[in-house]
Every structure is written in structure tokens, then in C-alpha cells.
């Protein structure tokens, strides 16, 4: 048979098969990477270099002389100021005086308004970003942070675009009435239009007053610490101050004066909002409250709220809704607002001048000493009778000279037996003061004043008060 084969199968020898199968070359897929890594890093830095480019070309804006002019008149030319930032604000002048809807005139910043209408009269760019923009997304003038509506006497209106800061400046991108530039504006400017009310708040004129104070009184966490000036109150001349809650006790006048003078150093650090819902920010339930009464008969309270960080304080005044910040070191004097702290040295300190009759009761024996002024001298009467007057103010001395050593409460000395009883009547007073020396310890007597007790004394203490007052009843 001579038919020929077409395409006859091969079959590899024994000695083919034994060989090793051969793969692809490893050289080419290796070159294959590199030129898909070349593609990604060439494609990397056609994005760099045009980020670069972008900021180069603001670098070189902003460092040459590329000024513009979006506006170019006076600030008597300017009529009102509309903006919607953080919050909106509207700023008027008339006759000279700047007004801020949102804010009273008493809180009004008239400086921060007149430079609002300066800038707001030549209102400068430092240069352009891009110009023919379509796509206002990457300047974030898409959703403007903020804008500023700026109407001229003239009838004319200006529309600011303010967008996101620029990354390789840091000015931000504004926009002009709608156009296709994207401008670079300094912060300053730019934040003076954004902040929003709180920029135009004047901090600066707020001020606690500490004269003319006649009550001060602080409750933290529920406990109280009152005060009043006597003379300012129309009370009996203790001390200076007269410690009202939770005790009645005499000041130290000193110690008291310190803590009035502090008042003066309370600042405002910024204001945060106004709000009716101030639970966020710890003040519908304040931690702690300054309740100040003047002379005059005016007040001023201070609630303290939530941590604010940064060493600051939630605040607000007379129930307001504008919330602020205060610092906690302007506030931290109110932790010495306590009775241990300021009560003073001197158990019972009365002034003898405005006493009109002493009645005392001591060991059974009781007697009312009535002092007559109606002479050049002072005399000192007991049931009518002239009595040693010299003897009876150096018993009234040694009485005001016996020193606290601690402090309790009416519970812990309720059942404490009564040694000596002292009831004093002042001059054009009708009720009396009395002050009762309890047998509360060993060691110590407890003052009743009144209805309130606070203090204790040591009976050796008393020893030379007692003896004076025991032979003026002799």
C-alpha cells in the first residue's frame, strides 16, 4: 500500500519523555510587572506633578503681587451685612452705631462690626486659584461653608462663596457673585465672615463687680455657703461679713475680703451658642451656682456646668440662653467658699457699740446690763442700779476674745446641756441675738447661736470669761 499519511502523530521517544517539561520564560512576566508598575507610578506622578503644579501655581499667586480687588469703595458706602455661617448674622449701622440683629446692644462688638464694613468696603483676594471652573467640588464651593451677602448704599450687592482652605497655603477659596473664579482670601478675613455671631460678641466689657456687694452666696453639690456685709444689709455690726449658711458665724474679715476680690478676675473665654436646651452642656443642672446681691438691690447669678476641656467651664448669667465658657482657674477662689475656711478665729465677736443690753445667765443667776449713752460717759446699769462700767467691758472683751477649736452641727449637740446663756439686744433692733454655751465634751463647749449651730470652743479657754462674768453677777 503506497497511501500516503497526512499529518502523521509523533510520539516523543522514551528518552524525550525523561527530559523536563519546559515553562514560559520567568523573564517575561517580570517585565510584564514592571511595566504595569511604571504605568501606576508614571500615572501617580502625572497626578503629583499636576497637585504640584496647582501648588506651585498658589504658592507663586500668593507670593507675588496678584492682589484683587473684589470691592473698592469706603465703609460709610456699606449698608448691611448678611451671612450665613455657623450660625446667621445680620449687621446694620445707623447714625454711626453698629447693630447686630442677633445680639443686644450691650453685648455688641462695635469694633468687630466697623471692621466687618471695612473689609466688607475693600474686600481683597491674594490671588486667583483657577479661573473657567465648572466643577466647584474640589474648592468645596459646591456647599459653601459659608455666605456673605453685602449690600451697598448705592442699591449694589456683593455675593461671597466661601469654600474649603487650601492645602498647600492655607487660604481659603472664595467665590464672587456666582462667576467661574476660584480666589484665595486670608483666613483672617475669611474667619471674621464664618464664625458667625460669636464674632461679633464684645467679651471683653463683661465684668463682675465686687463693690457694692452685700450678699454672696455659693451652693455646690447641694451645699450652701452664704455671706452678707453687714453694714449693707442693715444687720448688726459683727464682723464685716456675717457668715448666714449653712451656719450663722463671724467672717474672718480678711479671708472674706479675699474671696469678694476674686469676683473681679471672672472672665468670659467665648461664647459657645445661644440655646434653650443647655443639658448638653451640664447647665440645666449646673454644679454649682454664684448668687451675688448688691446694695443697690440688683443681682447677678452664675451657673457653672459641664467640663468644657482645655481647663474651661459651660457658663451662663441670670438664666440666659447664650452660653459661654469661662476659665477654671478665673473660678477656682469659689472653693474656699466654706464655713471652715472663713469663719473667724473669734468664736463670738460682738461689738460692744451697737449693743443697747447684755442679759446674762450663768450657774442660775441671771441679770440684764443695760448701757445708757446719753451722757459724755457710758454707764452700765443692772436693774437700775449703776454697776462698774470698766468691769463690765472687760468681761464684754473677754467674751469676744475666746477662740473656735473645731466645728459641729445642732445633731451632733442636741442633747448637750446649757451652761452660760448670752442675749444681746441692739440698738433700734427688736429681736435679740442669743448665743448659748452647750457641754457638748470633756474638753469642749458648742455655741448655739440663735438657732444654728457651728463652732466649738475649749473650756479652758472660757475659764477667764467665765470668772469675769460669774463676779459681775456676784
Not at 480687588?69 to 456699606?78: F, G, M, N, P, W
Not at 471674621?192 to 460678641?201: L, N
Request: with cysteine.
Amino acid at each position: 500500500m503506497n497511501e500516503e499519511m497526512k499529518d502523521p502523530i509523533i510520539l516523543p521517544s522514551g528518552e524525550d519523555l525523561k527530559k523536563p517539561m519546559r515553562h514560559r520564560d520567568p523573564r517575561k512576566g517580570r517585565l510584564l510587572l514592571l511595566a504595569l508598575g511604571g504605568i501606576v507610578v508614571l500615572a501617580a506622578l502625572v497626578i503629583g506633578v499636576t497637585k504640584l503644579a496647582q501648588a506651585i501655581g498658589e504658592y507663586v499667586e500668593l507670593n507675588t503681587d496678584h492682589t484683587v480687588h473684589l470691592t473698592d469703595t469706603t465703609a460709610d458706602k456699606v449698608q448691611r451685612i448678611e451671612i450665613q455661617g455657623r450660625t446667621a448674622v445680620t449687621i446694620t449701622r445707623r447714625d454711626g452705631v453698629y447693630s447686630v440683629r442677633e445680639l443686644s446692644a450691650a453685648v455688641t462688638s462695635q469694633s468687630a462690626c466697623e471692621a466687618a464694613f471695612s473689609n466688607a468696603a475693600t474686600l481683597l483676594a491674594e490671588g486667583v486659584a483657577a479661573e473657567g471652573v465648572t466643577d466647584f467640588a474640589a474648592y468645596g464651593l459646591d456647599e459653601p461653608v459659608s455666605t456673605v451677602n453685602i449690600t451697598y448704599t448705592d442699591g449694589t450687592t456683593l455675593l461671597l462663596e466661601i469654600g474649603d482652605v487650601a492645602p498647600a497655603s492655607q487660604h481659603y477659596y472664595v467665590r464672587v457673585d456666582g462667576g467661574d473664579t476660584v480666589y484665595l482670601m486670608r483666613p483672617l478675613i475669611v474667619e471674621m465672615f464664618s464664625e458667625g455671631v460669636a464674632a461679633y460678641r464684645d467679651l471683653s466689657g463683661f465684668a463682675v463687680a465686687a463693690d457694692g456687694l452685700a450678699a454672696f452666696r455659693v451652693e455646690t453639690g447641694g451645699e450652701v455657703f452664704a455671706m452678707e456685709h453687714h453694714a449693707r444689709t442693715g444687720g448688726s455690726a459683727f464682723t464685716q461679713w456675717q457668715i448666714v449658711e449653712p451656719e450663722l458665724a463671724n467672717t474672718d474679715t480678711a479671708l472674706a475680703e479675699s474671696l469678694v476680690s476674686g469676683l473681679s478676675g471672672i472672665q468670659l473665654e467665648s461664647f459657645v451658642r445661644s440655646t434653650p436646651d443647655k443639658a448638653q452642656y451640664g447647665l440645666d443642672a449646673p454644679w454649682r451656682t454664684l448668687l451675688l446681691t448688691y446694695e443697690d438691690g440688683t443681682t447677678l447669678q452664675m451657673d457653672l456646668g459641664a467640663d468644657a476641656g482645655l481647663g474651661s467651664y459651660y457658663a451662663c448669667f441670670d438664666g440666659s440662653d447664650d452660653v459661654y465658657t469661662v476659665s477654671s482657674s478665673d473660678v477656682a477662689f469659689l472653693d474656699a467658699a466654706t464655713l471652715q475656711n472663713l469663719v473667724n478665729e473669734f468664736a463670738n465677736i460682738v461689738a460692744i457699740s451697737g449693743v443697747e443690753q447684755l442679759t446674762v445667765d450663768l450657774d442660775g443667776a441671771q441679770a440684764t446690763f443695760v448701757i445708757d449713752r446719753s451722757g459724755e460717759e457710758d454707764v452700765v446699769l443692772r436693774d437700775g442700779q449703776s454697776v462698774d462700767a470698766e468691769a463690765f467691758k472687760a468681761a464684754f472683751q473677754a467674751i469676744n476674745v475666746v477662740p473656735v477649736n473645731g466645728f459641729t452641727s445642732a445633731e451632733e449637740v442636741a442633747e448637750a446641756p446649757a451652761v452660760l446663756t448670752l442675749t444681746y439686744v441692739f440698738s433700734g433692733e427688736e429681736e435679740p441675738y442669743t448665743v448659748t454655751y452647750l457641754d457638748s465634751s470633756i474638753n469642749n463647749y458648742a455655741l448655739r447661736k440663735n438657732d444654728s449651730v457651728s463652732v466649738t470652743v475649749s473650756k479652758d479657754a472660757c475659764a477667764d470669761m467665765l470668772a469675769q462674768l460669774r463676779a459681775l453677777l456676784a
